[in-house]
């Protein structure tokens, strides 16, 4: 999910956790764009502050956190989210950043690794995704680290 605000909503809430309890579906949201650069307090927005999402930080091409990646308890992966070449309409290209840019790799990794392993519970697939991530530091800037695939489906 590439959207994001900074206000609880219940109807969003029931929704994602029907999603989440009653269909087994992964839910993978962008954490927010509204970190500091000091990378101080809680700013992870909704629907990825939500237990059943898994919040996504953006990190640059040296693994660093991304000045503007949402911070605090709830983020759970990084993934690229600086310069990400992405396509636009017009059959073109261009190069964006934040964590909407970030969480369609964990989405990605997701679904790769599911396809690998279709026997797993969405709660599995998330343990595994978390337990197989390479640390990069303070869990409130990268959560378990940078989503790793191909040890998720090694494991």
């Not at 605000?5 to 954490?31: F, G, K, R, T, W």
């Not at 000091?38 to 000045?67: C, H, K, L, W």
């Amino acid at each position: 999910m590439s959207l994001g605000s900074p206000y609880y909503s219940s109807i969003i809430e029931q929704y994602v956790n029907l999603a989440y309890y009653n269909y087994d579906m992964l839910l993978v949201a962008a954490a927010g764009n509204s970190g500091n650069s000091r990378g101080t307090g809680d700013s992870v927005e909704y629907p990825a502050r939500f237990p059943a999402v898994m919040a996504v930080a953006a990190i640059d091409s040296n693994n660093q956190r991304a000045y503007f990646s949402s911070t605090g308890k709830k983020v759970e992966l990084s993934a690229p989210g600086v310069n990400v070449l992405s396509t636009i309409p017009g059959q073109s290209y261009a190069y964006y950043s934040g964590t909407s840019m970030a969480s369609p790799h964990v989405a990605g990794a997701a679904a790769l690794v599911w396809s690998a392993k279709p026997y797993l519970s969405n709660v599995e697939l998330r343990q595994l995704l978390d337990s197989t991530a390479l640390y990069l530091g303070k869990q409130e800037h990268y959560g378990y680290g940078l989503v790793q695939p191909w040890a998720a489906i090694n494991r």
